[in-house]
């Protein structure tokens, strides 16, 4: 299906798709399947500065979320909640990362329910963290990105312990998020960090010892962005990166196969506020798509129209919300990618997907 025939789309919420009933200050929101029931369930991290609760949402099925479990008995100053198999036993972990203070990780038993397995690295200003298997060593690792103080790269042992680490750029960065992808073509990942406080954004290279010294400048010098990723957005078989900005519009760089930048254009708005964003196939298009989470404006899926060099967007969500993240999947099984977003200091949601009504 191309874009010019795919079905346009809107999406929905009401007060059945409210996550919980409590307005947090909620900094990251994921979806992934953590009790082994063929459905999407969620996960949100609290906090931010605050100590607050985190919690998992589980879908009992069409995107019914009448469950919801705590995640660990602290409460903390929870920036992220991210999760992959890290101790390779076949079910979802999820790793927390906490501003200046311990960061955690809870392994599952395989129906949703983690036990506390222990901390990693010192407290620092964490601001996101990317699971990623850096070092292809067949495990997933973590990449801790904070604000002004020094990134590092907690390597895995295989058994979800992460005594190991590694610095990855400057020691003052301040890195708000971090995508990974080989964007050099040479087989090895690489790291795209999208930095704040006037900080240039930049590509670091992999040498294939999971070491990053080269360093590729991309961008004005001067943007504000907030979030980043990855993905061959015009399918010649390069990757490209899209950044989320504030107060400035949003980006698109085509990458040369090298590391570099081939093209790039700007999209959304010109005083844009993006806190966040995703890629994936909301119109079952075969196109990648870009969603973007915006402070107290409403958020938008920009439809890729082919090439991706030109999109329609669509808004949803009330202008008043701080968005801070989301995260797409199919939540109400019918075959199309869904929403959920989470609120710093309001109500989190669910967007379903839904064609739209002439």
């Not at 900094?27 to 009790?35: K, Y």
Request: proline share 3%; net charge negative; charged share 20%.
């Amino acid at each position: 299906m191309n874009s010019a025939s795919a079905q346009e789309r809107s999406f929905i919420t009401n007060g059945r798709l409210f996550l919980g009933t409590e307005s947090n200050r909620s900094a990251c929101v994921r979806i992934g399947d953590f009790d082994g029931d063929q459905d999407l369930d969620v996960v949100v991290a609290n906090g931010r500065h605050w100590p607050q609760q985190n919690f998992i949402f589980f879908n009992q099925g069409r995107a019914k979320f009448n469950l919801a479990r705590p995640l660990g008995q602290d409460r903390s100053t929870s920036y992220a909640t991210e999760f992959a198999d890290l101790d390779n036993d076949g079910d979802l972990d999820i790793a927390v990362g906490n501003d200046t203070a311990p960061n955690a990780i809870f392994l599952n038993d395989g129906q949703g329910h983690f036990k506390y397995h222990g901390t990693f690295g010192q407290p620092s200003s964490i601001r996101s963290l990317t699971l990623a298997d850096i070092d292809q060593d067949g495990d997933v690792d973590i990449l801790a990105n904070a604000r002004g103080t020094q990134n590092l790269i907690y390597f895995n042992d295989g058994v979800a312990n992460f005594s190991t680490t590694r610095p990855f750029g400057n020691a003052n960065d301040s890195t708000i998020d971090v995508a990974v992808g080989d964007v050099n073509h040479d087989g090895h990942p690489d790291l795209v960090l999208a930095n704040r406080d006037g900080q240039p954004n930049v590509i670091l290279l992999n040498d294939g010892l999971a070491h990053f010294h080269q360093r590729i400048p991309f961008g004005t010098g001067h943007d504000e962005t907030r979030a980043v990723a990855v993905v061959d957005l015009d399918g010649d078989g390069l990757l490209d990166w899209v950044t989320g900005n504030i107060g400035q519009p949003n980006a698109i760089y085509f990458g040369d196969g090298k590391g570099g930048v081939r093209e790039s254009l700007n999209f959304g708005r010109g005083d844009g506020q993006t806190y966040t964003l995703a890629i994936a196939d909301m119109d079952n298009d075969d196109l990648p798509d870009i969603i973007v989470g915006n402070n107290a404006q409403p958020n938008a899926v920009f439809f890729n129209q082919g090439e991706g060099k030109s999109f329609r967007e669509v808004r949803f969500g009330d202008a008043s919300q701080r968005t801070y993240s989301l995260d797409v999947g199919d939540l109400n099984q019918d075959g199309y990618a869904d929403i959920a977003i989470a609120n710093s200091d309001g109500q989190n949601h669910v967007y379903l997907n839904f064609p739209l009504r002439q």
